[in-house]
């Protein structure tokens, strides 16, 4: 792997390992709390997480040099199902992931047409991944005021957190000796 895509792998191997544990947390809920309304930017859990990827797609795409564009938000909440949303999340989540595997430093620079203007790849990702982590916050502290406890979201990468990981890393199909 280019030493350029080492930080870009490791934000999205980091992305996939979140997503994964915070959609299987919500995945116990029931349905009249997964649509609830609730205090935050979308006013449901349901709306938010749907809205994470929904906005995946679409950059994904253009990273990818698709043609998706703002067809991406034709149905702006897509999966009534949290373990529906957690599979397409995660297949969207290992497009990210491959796509980052591949870069080299001079990908960077790359300009990727977006539905109103271009930017550097390094832009995209990096507005990407705080988008993620934006809303996923967002979702975290919605979760306080439901029955289902909130999940650790920030330790994946320190060899002290392996065995946090273990069975996650063991549900999506990597190993310990998959992370950068």
């Known amino acids: 792997m280019n030493i350029a895509a080492r930080p870009f792998v490791k934000l999205a191997q980091n992305n996939r390992l979140a997503n994964y544990r915070l959609l299987t947390a919500i995945s116990a809920m029931e349905a009249a709390e997964f649509t609830k309304e609730r205090t935050s930017f979308f006013p449901s859990l349901w709306q938010t997480l749907n809205?994470?990827?929904?906005?995946?797609?679409?950059?994904?795409?253009?990273?990818e040099g698709g043609t998706l564009g703002v067809d991406a938000?034709?149905?702006?909440?897509?999966?009534?199902d949290p373990l529906a949303l957690?599979?397409?999340?995660?297949?969207?989540?290992?497009?990210?992931?491959?796509?980052c595997k591949q870069l080299d430093a001079a990908q960077m620079d790359k300009i990727v047409q977006l539905h109103n203007t271009t930017e550097p790849v390094e832009n995209v990702l990096l507005h990407l991944f705080q988008h993620q982590?934006?809303?996923?916050?967002?979702?975290?502290?919605?979760?306080?005021?439901?029955?289902?406890?909130?999940?650790?979201?920030?330790?994946?990468?320190?060899?002290?957190?392996?065995?946090?990981r273990t069975q996650e890393l063991a549900d999506i199909g990597w190993t310990e000796a998959d992370l950068v």
């Open 51 to 63: 809205h994470i990827l929904v906005v995946d797609w679409y950059y994904v795409d253009a990273l």
């Open 73 to 80: 938000w034709k149905d702006e909440t897509p999966f009534d």
């Open 86 to 99: 957690r599979t397409a999340q995660g297949e969207v989540d290992e497009r990210l992931l491959a796509f």
């Open 133 to 164: 982590i934006h809303h996923r916050g967002q979702a975290h502290a919605m979760l306080t005021g439901s029955p289902i406890k909130p999940p650790q979201l920030d330790e994946f990468l320190f060899a002290i957190d392996q065995p946090y």
